[in-house]
């Protein structure tokens, strides 16, 4: 079960003709696929396309209706395998997958595909996930279409243009043979926005129409002889189809403006910033009017080298405006320009960022800078002459550098994890630092203070494969980080099979918090939940002993910090040779508090016996150190300044937004840090035992305490 | 027909539009119902005849991260065109920034989105320490007088106020008073009544949103000037309370000492008395009062620090101490408050204590703790049984018994081994700084204020008196340097930013260069 339910959503998938969509960028897509009759869909999970996986999930009876089959692919590369269902029969599929890391791993399918050719339309959606938002390494997915010769479609980020681009992305699939990209960039994802809707369309060849009636055709296996053949159809027949297609559907747009001598060329995705940056300059307005001539290339790949050419022509100079690098579309356009022996100069990445998100003050500065170079007079007066920001920056802001914090994001409030790290933290103490290789995923969050552990991180599930060229003799052992997500995903061969078979020595801590929490919280094979859909409770400690692990240690509590310190600590010292292998399991908090809390109301409310755990600091015997708040960050667990004249640092103080995990008490405990921790155990509808003995307690205790009381001087 | 798609103006030059969208940029925290607030606003906008588009970065910045939310509206055209509306705000071409949290409208600020020509600045005025704040050994808490400063230059506008006390106090988010602050601050061209219809229309805790939102419009509407907390404002009065014994420490104290170490004087005494009893009180002020002769003229501020922090050597944080400090009925009542326990709810109470060997000997009388310390073999042994964390529920009878027993140890305090050190140590600490008060009274005030290093439990507690017993000797060495007070106190800054005082011993190895 995913973090936010789509129930609503779902509603919208089935819109039907004429009916306004209004909703986000990527389940504007999600509704489009089903629009075009697709067949099944399959992908992993990952922002920003997190939301199209989740709403088909809770769209399953959507679904069994129109007869889609929809898959929680275990990796990108089981996504992008998938589409082989379109390689012999007329079915559209369709895959999604955060990008380019996804695309990196679904790269040996994609290569397979893009060769033998598809026969059914396959679509690749992929979430760009470049620039301010991002979490990933910056590169470009460009250079995966153009290796394998897929096409790739950059529409213009608003839902209708978005929407289109899928149809046109199926239909250029099945006119060319060729699997084909659609390009979706962070905002475009999460835009909200509106398109009229089409009824939706049952696949009309099935997969079960497939399986009854199969086909082969050695021709489409990449096989010598048949692989040379695949690639002389590439350029042979494929392409040129694709090329046709795209003129004759006239994807790619040309807006005419009355400034003909020069124009801008730019990648779709970029339109509505492109139009943002012209109408500061006094160039276009809101309504998308301008006077500069415009060629958008709601497809990046192929190019089509005469349109290009026809735009250039007779205009004295033109901007490329290609977010990312290299630059591959400007190298592109200058080869094509001259081939065709057209003269126009080409700007690019001399006026505009060669590295890095084309933001809107990026683009600003490179029109202004393309517009001051070619035709100055078509700048007002006021921009004209400026070059640089009308004001300084004043000292007051300035000064804000000092003061304004840095905010990474972090472990939730009460995370399971938290304890994992505050363990090792105090491991590091004992026995001094260990190389940690890192993995991606939530846990990821321990490189950055207060825990700061970790070496490095080499891509998802790669965390125990990264330590493996630490296999040698030495006086302290490797730790590798992994969670249940990266371990399905591919780390239970590549990290744990790969550390048996070698015999590598060092130890592998696999997270587990019963979901793929980083992406927002899907189910995967270790999942504990029951699932209606997918076959789940499948222990990881089972999985790793099935590959032949034997020193294998399962921690069901991760908040018990002491536990996972001293596992830890026998695993980096015991004498048995090969990897040891702790498996530390809680529930993630944020799915958990999802989970249990209107259970807990509801029960509050119907009278039941409930108790809620908080934790407390009491601030008279704080000493203002926070000690316990670099054995932990947790967003609950703050500091306050207090009315005491005597104290003169901040103590530490939780808030009502503490869930009780109890990582604080145990933390204080674990590291003797201090006693300022309690825990309130706050009982809702107590029973008439627990009133009674509450007060048998309370005139024993109150008696004590008036008692000494009366003894005590009293102030204020 | 496509009506999205921009006409194609293939006749020629056409008139540009010169309208602009009305933009507003949210910067949230995870958690914080940031995309709920941008939501409202959508569909407020749409309500009243305007196209909107919303869109955010969120990306794993979701999990307590920084997130930057950004709305474009603009009046729909009869002709149906739509707009071309941008994804991401240009600096100094935003309507409204709305920063969730103080320190976030800083952000906005530095960012560039907020121009002194245009842009409403709306801030929750709490704050949410960042970890950075939170982790330092000392007070790293930043200052926000600097983010009032920077938006009185930066906006055209400022309105700033605590939201997440109102949404506390109403039971919402604070998603929902932004909203209502929104509203009232009249940056949009629409109605109050808009803005509840689009509360209404999300239907989820739609009342208490309505009543966070009503909230933050009158707070909005009556902009009461931002308060911010600072600390050490309740300094109590050096005045009788009605106790004679006490009061007469009190008629000493105004007696003997300048009136504007009265305040500290009144803490001091209370915090000294309320550890041990009058005795200590008076020993307190025999000890303060050993500064009074280096008093230049009216320049207190010696004798100040003096009163402060011997207060704090003298009620050190001993067992006993916490003990008294875990059983008192004030204590219990602020626990329920706390946590925010109703009436007729049930609170127990759990400590998590972890007492070692050194606890207990502490406590002993000084000469059979130094018994059990000469013999480590067996201390060792003893601490194996002692030294292990235990859950001590407060609540009941079994362990507040103990535990009050344990307070009552108090009258025998001053014979144990944790007191004769405590004593020891202060005395040498307060002779350095007396030794040094003669010739540069700028000196002891920074040697008397090392002090402030000294704090914690166990581990953290001897990591402090560490720092504290290094820094104390550089100070000695510095002695004959007339800028000896600056280097102290630099010292002191610098023990206070790590926990394992490498920046201390950095700056002593500084000093040894001198």
């Not at chain 2, 798609?5 to 010169?18: F, H, K, S």
């Given at each position: ?9 779902v ?7 004429g ?5 986000e960028?990527?389940?504007a ?17 990952g922002a920003p ?16 209706e ?10 990108e ?14 079915i ?11 695309t ?34 910056q590169?470009?997915s460009?250079?995966?279409a ?25 239909e ?25 809707a ?21 021709g ?23 090329i046709?297609f ?29 139009i943002?940056a ?6 276009a ?45 400007e ?13 126009t ?9 060669v ?7 990026a ?17 007002p ?13 004043a000292?007051?802001?300035?000064a ?43 846990h ?101 002993k ?11 509590r ?51 016996r409930m108790?809620?755990e ?5 601030e ?8 316990c ?17 005597l ?5 530490a ?17 674990a ?46 | ?15 540009l ?9 949210v910067?949230a ?30 990306g794993v910045?979701?999990?307590?991260g920084?997130t ?39 952000r ?11 842009t ?14 939170k ?46 602050a ?18 209404r ?10 009543r ?10 009556n ?8 600390a ?26 300048p ?30 009062a ?19 922090y ?33 009436p ?21 009388p ?56 405590e ?11 007396r ?24 581990d953290t ?5 560490s ?29 206070l ?18």
């Amino acid at each position: 079960m995913a973090e936010r339910s789509f129930a609503k959503e779902v509603a919208d998938l089935r819109l039907g003709a004429g009916q306004e969509f209004r909703g986000e960028g990527i389940l504007a897509i999600t509704k489009a696929l089903l629009q075009s009759g697709v067949g099944y869909v399959g992908g992993y999970q990952g922002a920003p396309i997190s939301h199209l996986m989740d709403v088909l999930s809770d769209a399953q009876d959507v679904l069994a209706e129109l007869g889609v089959h929809f898959e929680t692919s275990a990796s990108e590369a089981a996504a992008g395998a998938m589409l082989s269902a379109s390689v012999m029969y007329p079915i559209r599929g369709a895959v999604t997958w955060k990008s380019t890391v996804g695309t990196n791993v679904a790269s040996d399918a994609l290569a397979n595909l893009a060769s033998g050719g598809v026969k059914g339309g396959a679509l690749i959606i992929i979430g760009e996930d470049y620039g301010e938002g991002s979490s990933i390494m910056q590169e470009r997915s460009h250079a995966f279409a153009m290796k394998s010769q897929i096409w790739l479609l950059d529409p213009r980020p608003n839902l209708e243009s978005i929407v289109k681009a899928v149809e046109d992305g199926f239909e250029l699939s099945e006119a060319s043979n060729t699997p084909v990209m659609l390009e979706v960039r962070i905002r475009a994802c999460h835009v909200h926005g509106r398109f009229i809707a089409k009824d939706n369309k049952p696949p009309p060849f099935t997969l079960a129409q497939a399986l009854e009636n199969p086909q082969r055709d050695t021709g489409r296996i990449v096989l010598p002889p048949a692989a040379f053949v695949q690639e002389k159809e590439k350029i042979a027949q494929r392409l040129p189809a694709a090329i046709e297609f795209i003129k004759t559907r006239k994807l790619n747009e040309t807006f005419d403006g009355e400034l003909a001598d020069i124009g801008i060329v730019l990648q779709g995705g970029l339109y509505n910033g492109v139009i943002r940056a012209l109408q500061q300059l006094g160039l276009a307005d809101v309504w998308g009017a301008t006077r500069v001539p415009l060629y958008v290339m709601n497809v990046t790949y192929p190019l089509i080298d005469s349109e290009l050419a026809a735009f250039c022509s007779g205009k004295s100079a033109v901007l490329m405006v290609e977010e990312g690098q290299p630059e591959f579309i400007e190298t592109a356009l200058h080869a094509i320009l001259r081939k065709a022996e057209i003269s126009t100069k080409i700007y690019g990445k001399d006026v505009l960022p060669v590295a890095g998100e084309y933001t809107a003050e990026a683009l600003s500065a490179g029109l202004r800078a393309f517009l001051a170079a070619t035709m100055p007079d078509a700048l007002p007066e006021q921009i004209r002459g400026r070059n640089e920001p009308a004001q300084p920056i004043a000292d007051e802001i300035k000064a804000l550098a000092a003061v304004v914090p840095p905010r990474p994001p972090g472990f939730c409030t009460g995370c399971p994890e938290r304890p994992i790290f505050a363990a090792m933290k105090l491991v590091e103490k004992e026995l001094g630092p260990h190389h940690v290789s890192a993995d991606i995923g939530c846990h990821l969050f321990s490189i950055l203070p207060p825990f700061n552990i970790g070496a490095t991180t080499m891509g998802y599930g790669l965390g125990p494969a990264s330590a493996s060229a630490f296999n040698v003799k030495a006086g302290k052992r490797p730790i590798a980080m992994i969670g249940d997500g990266g371990f399905w995903h591919n780390g239970l061969a590549s990290g744990i099979g790969n550390a048996v078979f070698n015999r590598h020595d060092g130890v592998i801590m696999v997270v587990d918090n019963y979901y793929s929490s980083a992406t927002g919280g899907q189910d995967i094979p270790s999942s504990r939940a029951d699932n209606r859909s997918r076959s789940t409770k499948h222990p990881i400690a089972d999985a790793v002993k099935g590959v032949g692990a034997s020193w294998v240690r399962q921690i069901d509590r991760t908040y018990d910090v002491a536990k996972v310190r001293d596992t830890l600590k026998e695993a980096l010292t015991t004498n048995e040779k090969g990897p040891k292998i702790i498996v530390a399991s809680s529930e993630c908090m944020l799915n958990k508090q999802r989970r249990v809390k209107p259970l807990f109301n509801r029960a509050v409310k119907a009278g039941q016996r409930m108790v809620r755990e908080r934790f407390g600091v009491d601030e008279d015997v704080c000493s203002g150190d926070h000690a316990c708040i670099r054995l932990s960050g947790c967003p609950s667990l703050s500091v306050k300044r207090t009315d005491d004249p005597l104290k003169d640092d901040p103590v530490a103080a939780v808030d009502n937004s503490c869930v009780g995990c109890g990582n604080c008490g145990e933390v204080a405990e674990a590291a003797v840090l201090c006693p300022s921790f309690y825990r309130a155990d706050i009982v809702h509808n107590p029973t008439t035992f627990d009133r009674l003995l509450a007060r048998l307690r309370g005139a024993v205790i109150g008696f004590l305490q008036r008692h000494r009381d009366r003894r005590r001087i009293a102030f204020s | 027909m496509n009506v999205m798609t921009p006409m194609r103006n293939v006749d020629g030059p056409e008139q540009l539009d010169v309208a602009e969208p009305i933009s507003v940029a949210v910067l949230a925290m995870g958690g914080q119902g940031g995309g709920v607030l941008v939501d409202w606003i959508v569909t407020l906008a749409e309500s009243q005849g305007f196209i909107a588009q919303s869109t955010s970065v969120p990306g794993v910045a979701q999990r307590t991260g920084a997130t930057i939310y950004y709305v474009e509206m603009i009046k729909a055209r009869a002709d149906g065109r739509c707009p071309v509306l941008a994804l991401m705000p240009t600096p100094g071409k935003v309507d409204i920034v709305i920063g969730a949290e103080l320190m976030e409208a800083g952000r906005a600020m530095q960012r560039g989105l907020v121009s002194p020509e245009r842009t409403t600045l709306i801030a929750s005025s709490h704050r949410s320490y960042a970890v950075a704040e939170k982790i330092a050994p000392g007070d790293g808490i930043a200052d926000d007088a600097k983010v009032y400063r920077a938006a009185q230059v930066a906006a055209k506008r400022f309105l700033a106020f605590d939201m997440a006390a109102l949404a506390e106090r109403t039971g919402s988010a604070i998603s929902a008073v932004l909203f209502g602050a929104l509203a009232g601050a009249k940056a949009l061209p629409f109605p109050r009544e808009a803005y509840e219809a689009a509360i209404r229309k999300a239907g989820v805790g739609v009342d208490a949103s309505l009543r966070a939102f009503a909230a933050g419009y009158d707070g909005a509407v009556n902009p009461v000037k931002p308060v911010k907390a600072v600390a050490g404002t309740a300094e109590p009065k050096l005045e009788p309370i009605g106790d004679a014994q006490f009061d007469a420490l009190v008629a000493r104290a105004r007696a003997e000492f300048p009136v504007e170490a009265h305040a500290i004087l009144a803490a001091g005494l209370r915090r000294v008395v309320d550890f041990q009893d009058i005795a200590y009180g008076r020993e307190y002020l025999d000890l303060v009062a050993t500064f009074l002769p280096f008093q230049h003229g009216t320049d207190a501020t010696l004798v100040r620090a003096a009163a402060k922090y011997i207060a704090l050597a003298m009620a050190y944080d001993d067992v006993i101490r916490v003990a008294d400090l875990k059983t008192r009925a004030s204590r219990f009542d602020r626990v329920r408050a706390e946590v925010t326990a109703a009436p007729d709810q049930i609170v127990d109470i759990t400590e998590f204590m972890h007492p070692r060997m050194e606890e207990v000997i502490g406590t002993l009388p000084a000469k059979l703790g130094l018994w059990f310390e000469a013999r480590p073999r067996l201390l060792h042994a003893l601490d194996r049984v002692v030294n292990r964390g235990r859950r001590v529920r407060t609540t009941t009878i079994r362990w507040f018994l103990p535990l009050y027993l344990l307070a009552g140890l108090r009258r025998f305090r001053r014979a144990t081994l944790r007191h004769k050190r405590e004593v020891a140590h202060r005395d040498a600490w307060l002779e350095a700084a007396r030794a040094a008060a003669a010739s540069n009274p700028a000196l002891a005030k920074a040697i008397i204020e090392l002090r402030r290093l000294v704090k914690g439990y166990s581990d953290t507690h001897a990591r402090g008196l560490s720092k504290f017993d290094k820094a104390l000797a550089a100070a000695i060495r510095l002695r004959e340097r007339g800028d000896a007070p600056d280097w102290v106190r630099r010292l002191r800054d610098a023990a206070l930013a790590d926990e394992d005082g490498k920046i201390l011993d950095g700056a002593i190895a500084t000093i040894a260069t001198l």
